[in-house]
């Protein structure tokens, strides 16, 4: 599942599975025998109660929920520390069974328990994936298949408008002043530009204004990407999925996140291990990643930027340096870094954010945006909205909105 590396040399490697994964545990921490014992237990019972409201397609009354499955409500209002808090004493079990905090961007004392616990239990009962020929065979894949049944896809058409007319959505502008007239528009442009920039300031109600507003911006990225001329045997790169913390400190960890400083938390990912095409024979890929608050980076100044990157890039290798890949120096062939600017570029998303708004206790996926937009026939969609940020749930997300806009369509709301 993953490996994880601490400042004091602590090396440990966690296993996929259930049973594994609880195992694992429990041989680490024997002393905490039955309180992970519980958390698992527990992680199934919100699992049931998943599994429940999607065989409901979303319809069930909250007293049903509360009578049957009252762990969803429960862990949706606390944070992950104190969930674990319920669970476990020893410190060092706590950060190690919250190591995958940065998918969620937010570290256990500010992120809101039930998101982290769906993320592990999704991992544990059903694995994780990695798209044959990289995440753009996905999207291509999307592209096909949405063609297949008469999509068109449109490529580099940044939409500048939506048009309005009488109180509803009326059609799309171009930048390049190209209008599309439609009934509906499924936005998956951050909502916040969809509704500021994109339609007419009046149209937007205050509520809707005040529900993009108030959740804060959640991080952006920092990647190195390292082609290695040696195998990843010869490297010593032994997990696919390797964390490497320079504290046990998350809170800690995540300042470091505000500064243009060494990450103390970041992940190298070796996906030679899952996908041997990905680079020739004898060659490694590693992805070097940490998060970053887009703001940060907006205050760079251009003659700075560069320095500033490479500083940091060349900061990350010596992390890696001084903890998996001794001799990493030796074997680089080509390095290229992203950093929160380069994130902004391709996604446009405010900050470069690539979890979209974060999810703390006030923006679970209970109480997030949802899809309907902010005006008739406009619906919302992507990392924003509904379950967050990351691949799975803004697919699930996007179904939701389709959902949504099929059934206005079919009862003629316009
Ligand atoms: C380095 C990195 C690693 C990650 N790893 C993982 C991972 O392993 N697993 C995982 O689940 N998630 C991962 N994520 C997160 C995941 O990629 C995002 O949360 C997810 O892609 C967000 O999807 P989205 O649909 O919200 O929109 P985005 O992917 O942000 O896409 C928004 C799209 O809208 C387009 N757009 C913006 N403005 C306009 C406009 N005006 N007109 C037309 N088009 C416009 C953009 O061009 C873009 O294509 C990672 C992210 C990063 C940066």
């Given at each position: 599942?993953?490996?994880?590396?601490?400042?004091?040399?602590?090396?440990?490697?966690?296993?996929?599975?259930?049973?594994?994964?609880?195992?694992?545990?429990?041989?680490?921490?024997?002393?905490?025998?039955?309180?992970?014992?519980?958390?698992?237990?527990?992680?199934?019972?919100?699992?049931?109660?998943?599994?429940?409201?999607?065989?409901?397609?979303?319809?069930?009354?909250?007293?049903?929920?509360?009578?049957?499955?009252?762990?969803?409500?429960?862990?949706?209002?606390?944070?992950?520390?104190?969930?674990?808090?319920?669970?476990?004493?020893?410190?060092?079990?706590?950060?190690?069974?919250?190591?995958?905090?940065?998918?969620?961007?937010?570290?256990?004392?500010?992120?809101?328990?039930?998101?982290?616990?769906?993320?592990?239990?999704?991992?544990?009962?059903?694995?994780?994936?990695?798209?044959?020929?990289?995440?753009?065979?996905?999207?291509?894949?999307?592209?096909?298949?949405?063609?297949?049944?008469?999509?068109?896809?449109?490529?580099?058409?940044?939409?500048?408008?939506?048009?309005?007319?009488?109180?509803?959505?009326?059609?799309?502008?171009?930048?390049?002043?190209?209008?599309?007239?439609?009934?509906?528009?499924?936005?998956?442009?951050?909502?916040?530009?969809?509704?500021?920039?994109?339609?007419?300031?009046?149209?937007?109600?205050?509520?809707?204004?005040?529900?993009?507003?108030?959740?804060?911006?959640?991080?952006?990225?920092?990647?190195?990407?390292?082609?290695?001329?040696a195998?990843y045997?010869e490297l010593g790169l032994?997990?696919?999925?390797?964390?490497?913390?320079?504290?046990?400190?998350?809170?800690?960890?995540?300042?470091?996140?505000?500064?243009?400083?060494?990450?103390?938390?970041?992940?190298?990912?070796?996906?030679?291990?899952?996908?041997?095409?990905?680079?020739?024979?004898?060659?490694t890929?590693?992805?070097?990643?940490?998060?970053?608050?887009?703001?940060?980076?907006?205050?760079?100044?251009?003659?700075?930027?560069?320095?500033?990157?490479?500083?940091?890039?060349?900061?990350?290798?010596?992390?890696?340096?001084?903890?998996?890949c001794?001799?990493?120096?030796?074997?680089?062939?080509?390095?290229?870094?992203?950093?929160?600017?380069?994130?902004?570029?391709?996604?446009?998303?405010?900050?470069?954010?690539?979890?979209?708004?974060?999810?703390?206790?006030?923006?679970?996926?209970?109480?997030?945006?949802?899809?309907?937009?902010?005006?008739?026939?406009?619906?919302?969609?992507?990392?924003?909205?509904?379950?967050?940020?990351?691949?799975?749930?803004?697919?699930?997300?996007?179904?939701?909105?389709?959902?949504?806009?099929?059934?206005?369509?079919?009862?003629?709301?316009?």
């Amino acid at each position: 599942f993953y490996r994880s590396i601490y400042p004091d040399g602590y090396d440990v490697t966690i296993p996929f599975g259930l049973e594994e994964y609880k195992e694992k545990f429990v041989e680490l921490f024997p002393h905490e025998k039955k309180g992970i014992e519980e958390f698992m237990e527990m992680c199934q019972a919100v699992l049931a109660g998943i599994e429940y409201i999607a065989s409901r397609g979303g319809k069930f009354s909250p007293q049903e929920i509360l009578k049957e499955h009252p762990w969803l409500p429960r862990i949706s209002g606390i944070t992950l520390s104190d969930l674990f808090d319920k669970f476990f004493k020893d410190k060092k079990l706590i950060a190690l069974i919250s190591q995958l905090w940065g998918y969620v961007g937010l570290p256990p004392d500010q992120m809101n328990a039930y998101v982290y616990v769906a993320m592990i239990i999704f991992y544990l009962k059903w694995g994780a994936a990695f798209p044959e020929g990289r995440s753009h065979s996905f999207s291509h894949a999307m592209v096909q298949a949405f063609k297949e049944l008469g999509g068109d896809v449109r490529y580099n058409a940044l939409v500048n408008r939506i048009l309005v007319e009488n109180e509803r959505v009326a059609g799309v502008e171009l930048i390049n002043g190209d209008v599309y007239q439609c009934k509906a528009v499924i936005s998956n442009v951050n909502p916040i530009c969809t509704a500021m920039k994109m339609l007419p300031q009046d149209k937007v109600p205050e509520e809707y204004l005040r529900k993009i507003y108030a959740p804060e911006i959640g991080p952006s990225g920092f990647s190195v990407y390292i082609g290695l001329n040696a195998s990843y045997e010869e490297l010593g790169l032994s997990a696919h999925e390797t964390f490497i913390n320079t504290t046990y400190d998350m809170n800690e960890a995540f300042e470091t996140f505000r500064k243009l400083e060494p990450p103390k938390y970041m992940v190298a990912a070796c996906y030679n291990h899952i996908y041997e095409d990905i680079s020739p024979p004898g060659t490694t890929q590693l992805v070097l990643t940490t998060l970053q608050m887009g703001k940060l980076w907006q205050n760079i100044s251009a003659d700075q930027y560069f320095k500033v990157k490479d500083r940091i890039a060349d900061e990350m290798v010596s992390i890696v340096e001084k903890t998996i890949c001794p001799n990493i120096r030796d074997y680089i062939e080509v390095a290229e870094a992203a950093t929160p600017l380069t994130y902004y570029r391709y996604s446009k998303n405010i900050e470069g954010a690539i979890y979209g708004t974060t999810q703390d206790v006030t923006n679970g996926p209970m109480l997030r945006l949802k899809s309907r937009g902010a005006i008739p026939g406009l619906y919302q969609v992507g990392a924003w909205t509904n379950f967050g940020g990351g691949f799975s749930t803004t697919i699930v997300g996007g179904r939701i909105a389709a959902g949504m806009y099929l059934k206005d369509k079919k009862e003629d709301r316009w």
